[in-house]
């Protein structure tokens, strides 16, 4: 045991700096939690007006169906 204990400790230290560096990264979000500070512009894309006015309703769609019926292949007109 006394001899391979000296081939030990650098594979302890390395795995505690990699777990280290692992935790010391992972928790770094700072420019996404604070995008207003940094971007203070209101922005007004559609998902944007989603969340603010809720999702709309689908608009019920006029016409007449087509007429005839498609194989699966070609267009119907």
């Known amino acids: 045991m006394g001899r391979f204990w ?3 400790v ?3 230290v390395s795995l505690f ?3 280290l ?3 010391a990264l992972s928790a770094c979000t700072t420019l996404e939690n604070r995008r207003d500070m940094y971007f203070p512009q209101k922005v007004n894309g559609p ?3 989603m969340l ?3 999702i709309p ?3 019920p769609v006029h016409g007449e169906a087509p007429k005839g019926m498609s194989d699966g292949k070609s267009v119907v007109r």
């Open 52 to 54: 603010k006015d809720g």
């Open 21 to 23: 560096a692992v935790v």
């Open 47 to 49: 998902y944007t007006r």
């Open 57 to 59: 309703k689908p608009q």
């Open 10 to 12: 650098p594979v302890k």
């Open 6 to 8: 000296i081939y030990l």
């Open 17 to 19: 700096v990699l777990a």
